[in-house]
């Protein structure tokens, strides 16, 4: 059994790449980065196929002061070189492409007689939509991030996907609730890197707790709610913000900062490691969000969390034991969870410990890794 893995950039695929590679699985990883940073990040020497003038574009675009939508670009420009790659490849064998980006592939990998598995990482597009529009219209901006051609493309690759490959049961319900048949949908919670983040053995000496976010500070991330629970707490505690600042928002967030509250910028994962390791408390208020990553990341360092319902990764926590689940734009109800932690020092630290207990236990990326072999159906493969 070969397996082609294709991503139009990073998110898990690495992951994932590296799982199916060490079982002897992987024929390529279909990338927009170049060979030498995905040896560099994995460590690990995959075969690799790289579109890497894209990665170059996507990132001048991202500081270039000029509006140009390179989202559809790069997604239709990936999938014309994806689907090169797969018709000068073996017949047979799993094509598993992230959702956007895969559609110009479809046809020739069916053609080869290929399984097709879409990755989406988040809710189906459409409802992701959904939920943006509406809190964009609540703190009064404007939603600019559909672009119509891209949604289209997705519901296309849904439709043509032999099955679909989620983060989360929260993902997988959007998908249901718009008539998808459950077997069609295979869900497998993402995986932390346990070497790499892990309880700090210095203990945490915070003149005050310290709360610490990690993401794009803007809407989906719920930022604007999180600030405004944020206010009253202030005089007792920090809030630490790591991530870019969302465009949009900049002007809406300046407003609703105070002297307690750090910008802090984005941050490679090893200093990240190093600042969960600092904090006291972490808090992911997203209003959509397929898995959340970096929760995980916080309870493997011992953090007591804080997230929305809204956030796929609560299927890992277990409420009033190593976390608290909030209704999402619930401004009182978060200013509350946060409120008790900072309050009571045992109970951050009896949370923080049975959080990292939590994840020790089916969260790796070996774990991921072995469901992924399951969800394809691909034990009497492994070499």
């Not at 070969?2 to 990883?29: D, M, W, Y």
């Not at 890497?52 to 270039?64: D, K, P, Q, S, T």
């Not at 189906?124 to 119509?148: C, D, R, V």
């Amino acid at each position: 059994m070969s397996i082609t893995v294709s991503v139009h950039g990073r998110f898990h695929a690495f992951e994932l790449a590296r799982g199916l590679f060490k079982r002897g699985l992987l024929q390529n990883l279909l990338t927009t980065y170049p060979a030498f940073m995905v040896k560099r990040i994995l460590d690990v020497d995959l075969p690799v196929r790289s579109a890497a003038n894209l990665e170059i574009l996507r990132r001048i675009i991202g500081y270039a002061p000029i509006k140009f939508e390179s989202d559809l670009f790069i997604s239709k420009t990936f999938g014309k070189f994806a689907a090169r790659q797969v018709e000068q490849g073996d017949e047979g064998g799993i094509l598993v492409g992230w959702s956007s980006a895969t559609l110009e592939a479809m046809k020739p990998a069916h053609s080869m007689g290929k399984l097709i598995i879409i990755e989406r990482g988040s809710t189906h597009i459409k409802e992701q939509m959904e939920i943006l529009k509406l809190a964009y219209s609540e703190i009064g901006l404007n939603f600019a991030k559909e672009i119509p051609e891209i949604v289209a493309r997705e519901e296309a690759e849904y439709e043509l996907a032999d099955k679909i490959s989620v983060p989360s049961s929260i993902a997988a319900k959007s998908f249901f609730k718009r008539g998808f048949p459950k077997d069609k949908i295979l869900i497998n919670s993402l995986g932390v890197d346990l070497g790499n983040f892990n309880i700090s053995k210095e203990r945490r000496d915070n003149i005050k707790p310290r709360i610490l976010f990690a993401g794009e500070i803007g809407v989906r991330k719920g930022v604007p709610w999180l600030l405004k629970a944020f206010k009253k707490l202030s005089k007792k505690s920090d809030l630490y913000l790591f991530g870019n600042v969302e465009k949009n928002f900049k002007s809406k967030l300046y407003k609703l900062l105070d002297g307690s509250v750090k910008i802090c910028g984005p941050v490679s994962m090893k200093t990240l490691a190093i600042e969960y390791q600092k904090a006291d408390i972490f808090c992911l208020p997203s209003i959509e969000e397929g898995f959340g990553l970096v929760v995980l990341q916080a309870m493997a360092s011992g953090l007591p969390v804080v997230i929305t319902e809204s956030v796929g990764a609560s299927d890992i926590v277990t409420e009033g034991k190593d976390g608290f689940i909030i209704p999402k734009l619930n401004v009182t109800a978060l200013s509350e969870a946060l409120e008790s932690l900072i309050d009571d020092n045992e109970l951050r630290s009896c949370m923080g410990e049975a959080a990292a207990k939590r994840v020790k236990s089916g969260c790796s990326w070996e774990d991921y890794e072995e469901r992924i072999v399951k969800n394809y159906g691909l034990h009497n493969s492994i070499i």
